[in-house]
């Protein structure tokens, strides 16, 4: 079996899994499936990243040859994206059985579907080679993601729920407004053959509204400012194993295809120009920048302030893409996989704590450094790296972010970074205050140091930010492809 | 004045969104804003298939003594567009389900404000 | 001498944090916590002075450790002003050690795991910007020394301590992330290159309007030299306990911040260059204003330690008036004044915290007659604050020597006016405790009799009041190593 062969697996195996999931009974053996087609996924995506960093992989199914079939092509941008979410998830899953036992007791087969279902989507989106299958997945993916979010415990969750699924369905619509008008324009869905045909008619209305629709759809599933709401509550009230899946996993991707169509699809050189979308890009970003650090240096609930730091974080990535250069994507790049590595650890440590204590409020983490001293430190060190200590992975990400903004000369932009940096240290640091400065009151009950099955995951992907902080040969080297892979030459074979 | 009538499927196109999205947007009632999203997909469901007709074009199936077909493949894909806009409706209303047995009420004006804490 | 270790650099500034880590899971187990606390301190010690004796020796160690990204790189080198600021805080930290142990004690702090891990990770730091060879190695030992100083900062946790520890720490990041950092980054965009190199980086690279710029950027960027107006995190540090303010905010991390403006001075600008740039007398006000002003501020601070926290201010503008008067002579001053104060300021903190668990006692006001209760620790302050005075036979007057003998050759007539108004100041803020305590007699209802701090405070500061007197005798080789920085002396 050859790797394009073996790649449209990662997407299968998590889908067929969720059917076998759904029937299983128990706590035990829900997870175990989950656990073991998560990490097949991830494996198979790990062995297909270098391949198609060589070369574009493209896979036909049923053998009917593309533009007719349905492709799945995957260069270095897409396998990147791939590697990431199915990473992500495989490290996220040994920390979800305590984690969903305590907050999801019941019906965790339907649960654990739900998360397979969600994450066969996010891999389907990613991988897809064909605009309509990218709709398809991306409301597979949204539908099991409603379905989570509504688990939390809390009665809130199903409001936050229900806004996300009225938000992220006119965004899917819109994307499906976008693809409808390009497919009347050219008569074809695959992506590479779009972008072949469309620079014939790409001078008329209704490919520019395209490009508006699916801009905007992709920006609300994005959380960028201002179509950010959903995102806050809906991280705050899913049950901890979900928010950690999410902010890891699902912004991430929708970046992606903005990215997809964007760049690959219409060129960089026409949706740039005929949209001021580098100016509208750069505004919304830095708007989410400061407006995402601001609300969450008041946020008395950690969960939320993270959520927040989230609007802010995708301001970074979507910053690096206003930019339209080599460095500026790679940076977008790297810090979607950074942001990715330092948020899913922040929220597996809140989750920890929640997970102890019982709530994720910022007087609940009074005096928990002196007796949760591991799951606290590594929150803390986690939190160097969102705010970009050197030695970090977020540092690297934001050295490349400054580096694209100095390029072209924009010092306010340098300025900006570096101020809603010095945002995250307050946000970040109001949390260390509270765990080691302060006494826990007597009132509240004393928790002692989370399990290891908790810890070990946590630990493992703060390891992870000091490690691609340090050692950047593999992001670096990842994300510059990807970045050359959408700027240059498209999606030629 | 032909021109407009000629496009009508399109303006009907128009209008069902305008009406879909208003009611997404201002209505407070949850079911209401189920509704108005089936309709804003609906919308878009009519705009694929009109695409797809070809003027004096028939029915997609292969026959003898008919040269012009319509093209099929819109159809197929708003087959799948209808079951996700199924799918997102039942998902909707089982959870406005659950929130009425949660809160007692669907009117999402007043929801989430008896819950204290730590929303802004 | 060869019985000493020679090990690599990056080793060496492993070995305070291997002893962090250790101490840390020593935990609450005070005996073990203790020896852990000595012997890396020892350790570390032995290792500095093995590079020194190499070093001496003409060996010139220099290390990468590893590129994180194309031209980015962990790596060090040892070079004269590095070795002598490395030298300094070993041998400051191994009489610190006693002392913070028998103050933490004597007082009944808690949380002493941590406490200790976080003194060790200080020092840790300092050698690892002793040692940087480039700026962004110089930057992450940076950060690294003001994140952990503020557990220690904050350590007894009341409000007043986390009020201080946020000045603290706001201004020593604001500063760096917001200022040091973008410079750093234009360096790297103008020249390719973060590396300190003998005449500087920044020659004909820039513009000398945007080298203007630059300067500004580093010099109030480096927030641990305490230019006014970002010197306000220095008095708010003082809520931290006494040995915290000796070893640190009178060596360790004030030290680091103006050995990182020498450094800047020396190997990015290059003198010839720096004299060059508008600013640079700008900068050079700036500091001898600052030098000026805190001394007056000094005076009027009955608070012991407030008084030498703004007396601190003052002196670390010495140091930057040295490297803004850009000549050789100058230089090496400010060099050799950031080893004559560290000693002798870290004697005057050492007797503040000694005076306190013995007496109690905060206030200048309050200490009429203890010298009598007290003699070791009062003379031991007397030597220190000549020291810092600069006056004989003290190491102090070595330094504000060159100091002095620089602005001359520089051509600053109204700096050399300021460094001698200064020192009357020093006077006139230094002694008056001095002769409160040995002049007055007591009040009355006091009990008197001999009463010193207990024996591993009295010590240390005997010691590094010595040292001060031993320094007057050895300034030579100081100045000979220092003279290494611009080749062969002449």
């Known amino acids: 079996m050859t790797i394009t062969e073996l790649m449209p697996f990662s997407v299968l195996v998590p889908l067929i899994a969720s059917l076998v999931c759904a029937l299983l009974p128990g706590r035990f053996w829900p997870w175990a499936v989950t656990l073991v087609a998560t990490i097949t996924s991830a494996v198979i995506a790990a062995i297909t990243l270098p391949a198609a960093a060589q070369v574009t992989l493209s896979y036909a199914f049923g053998n009917w040859p593309p533009p007719i079939g349905i492709e799945y092509r995957v260069d270095a941008a897409n396998a990147f994206v791939a590697l990431l979410v199915a990473g992500m998830a495989a490290v996220a899953l040994p920390w979800a059985k305590k984690s969903v036992d305590r907050e999801v007791p019941e019906r965790q087969g339907a649960f654990y579907a739900l998360f397979l279902l969600a994450l066969s989507g996010l891999l389907g989106i990613t991988l897809s080679g064909d605009a309509f299958n990218i709709f398809v997945f991306l409301e597979i993916s949204s539908l099991a993601t409603y379905g989570l979010i509504a688990h939390g415990s809390d009665r809130r969750a199903l409001l936050a729920s229900f806004r996300y699924l009225i938000m992220g369905t006119v965004g899917a619509t819109f994307l499906l407004i976008g693809i409808g008008f390009l497919y009347v324009m050219t008569g074809t869905l695959n992506l590479a053959d779009l972008a072949e045909r469309l620079p014939e008619v790409r001078d008329t209305s209704t490919v520019r509204a395209a490009l508006a629709f699916i801009i905007v759809g992709m920006g609300l599933k994005l959380a960028m400012l201002p179509l950010h709401l959903w995102l806050p509550n809906a991280y705050t009230y899913a049950p901890s194993f979900v928010t950690v899946f999410l902010a890891g996993t699902a912004t991430k991707v929708a970046l992606y295809v903005m990215l997809r169509f964007v760049f690959t699809v219409f060129a960089p050189d026409w949706s740039f120009v005929v949209l001021p979308l580098s100016t509208v890009l750069m505004i919304l970003a830095v708007a989410g920048m400061f407006a995402g650090s601001w609300v969450a240096m008041f946020q008395p609930n950690i969960k939320r302030m993270l959520a927040y730091s989230s609007v802010a974080q995708v301001g970074y990535m979507v910053l690096g893409v206003s930019l339209v250069s080599i460095v500026g994507l790679t940076a977008a790049f790297l810090h979607l996989f950074n942001h990715a590595l330092m948020k899913t650890a922040l929220f597996m440590a809140v989750g920890t704590v929640i997970y102890q204590v019982g709530s994720g409020h910022l007087k609940d983490f009074r005096g928990l450094g002196r007796t949760m001293p591991w799951t606290l430190t590594a929150f803390a060190l986690a939190g160097l790296s969102i705010i970009g200590v050197p030695l970090t992975a977020g540092f690297v990400s934001k050295w490349y972010l400054i580096q694209a903004a100095l390029d072209q000369g924009q010092w306010f932009l340098v300025v900006l970074i570096l101020i809603t940096s010095l945002m995250a240290i307050v946000y970040i640091w109001r949390v260390i205050e509270a765990a080691w400065f302060q006494e826990r009151p007597g009132n509240q009950p004393a928790a002692g140091e989370a399990p290891l099955a908790l810890l070990i995951p946590t630990w493992v992907l703060v390891a992870l930010n000091f490690y691609f902080g340090i050692d950047t040969r593999l992001t670096v080297g990842g994300a510059t492809a990807a970045a050359e892979a959408l700027l240059g030459g498209g999606m030629a074979p | ?120 | 001498m060869s019985t000493l270790p020679q090990l690599n650099l990056f080793t060496v500034v492993l070995i305070p944090f291997i002893g962090a880590a250790l101490i840390a899971l020593a935990g609450t187990h005070r005996a073990l916590r203790e020896g852990l606390s000595w012997s890396s301190s020892i350790v570390f010690f032995l290792a500095v002075m093995g590079l020194l004796v190499a070093f001496l020796d003409g060996d010139s160690a220099s290390q990468t450790v590893w590129e994180i990204m194309p031209g980015l790189a962990i790596a060090f080198r040892l070079e004269p002003l590095g070795m002598l600021f490395a030298a300094m805080s070993s041998t400051l930290w191994v009489l610190a050690t006693p002392y913070a142990i028998g103050y933490m004690n004597a007082k009944g702090y808690s949380n002493l795991g941590r406490f200790f891990a976080c003194y060790a990770i200080a020092l840790g730091a300092a050698a690892g910007i002793a040692f940087a060879d480039n700026l962004f190695t110089l930057f992450v030992f940076y950060e690294i020394l003001s994140v952990s100083t503020y557990p220690l900062v904050a350590h007894t946790g009341d409000n007043k301590a986390k009020q201080g520890a946020r000045t603290y720490l706001a201004l020593l990041l604001a500063t760096s992330i917001g200022l040091m950092l973008p410079a750093m980054i234009w360096v790297w965009t103008a020249t390719g290159t973060l590396d300190f190199a003998d005449g500087g980086i920044l020659a004909g690279q820039v513009s000398p309007a945007a080298g203007a710029v630059l300067l500004v950027l580093f010099m109030y960027g480096t927030g641990k030299a305490a230019l006014m107006p970002f010197h306000r995190w220095l008095p708010a540090a003082m809520v931290a306990p006494t040995p915290v303010s000796a070893l640190l905010h009178a060596v360790a991390v004030v030290k680091a911040g103006v050995f990182v403006v020498l450094k800047i001075a020396i190997y990015v600008f290059g003198l010839d260059y720096l004299r060059e740039l508008a600013t640079s007398d700008v900068m050079l006000y700036i500091a001898a204003f600052t030098m000026l002003a805190a001394s007056l501020v000094a005076i009027r601070q009955d608070n012991l330690k407030a008084r030498l926290a703004y007396s601190t201010v003052s002196q670390l503008s010495y140091i930057v008036v040295g490297a803004m008067l850009a000549v050789q002579l100058s230089a090496i001053g400010g060099g050799m004044h950031m080893l004559m104060h560290g000693f002798g300021k870290i004697t005057l903190f050492f007797c503040a915290g000694a005076i306190y668990v013995a007496s109690g006692k905060t206030k200048v006001s309050e200490f009429d007659g203890l010298g009598r209760r007290m003699p070791v620790t009062f003379f031991a302050f007397f030597i220190g604050a000549l020291c810092v005075i600069g006056l004989p036979p003290t190491g102090g007057i070595w330094s504000k020597w060159h100091l002095v003998a620089g602005a001359f050759d520089a051509g600053h007539t109204a700096i050399m006016l300021a460094f001698m108004l200064s020192t009357l100041l020093n006077i006139g803020y230094l002694l008056p405790p001095v002769a409160r305590a040995f002049l007055r007699p007591l009040p009355e209802g006091e009990r008197s009799g001999f009463n010193e701090a207990p024996w591993m405070c009295v010590i240390p500061l005997a010691l590094t009041a010595l040292g001060t007197l031993v320094l007057f005798a050895m300034a030579q080789s100081a100045f000979d190593l220092l003279g290494g920085m611009f080749g062969p002396v002449a």
């Not at chain 2, 705009?47 to 819109?74: D, M, Q, W």
């Open chain 2, 1 to 120: 004045m032909m021109t407009v009538l000629s496009f009508f499927n399109y303006w009907i196109v128009v209008v069902l969104m305008m009406i879909g999205f208003y009611c997404v947007i201002a209505r407070g009632n949850m079911v209401k804003k189920v509704m108005g999203l089936n309709l804003f997909q609906t919308s878009v469901f009519i705009l694929f298939i009109s695409a797809g007709k070809i003027v004096g074009g028939s029915t997609p199936i292969v026959r003898e003594g008919v040269e012009l077909y319509s093209n099929p493949l819109p159809h197929v894909l708003i087959l799948t567009a209808i079951v996700v806009g199924v799918a997102t409706t039942a998902v909707g209303l089982a959870l406005t389900v659950r929130i009425n047995e949660a809160y007692g009420s669907i009117e999402d004006d007043h929801l989430g404000d008896e819950d204290d804490g730590d929303e802004q």
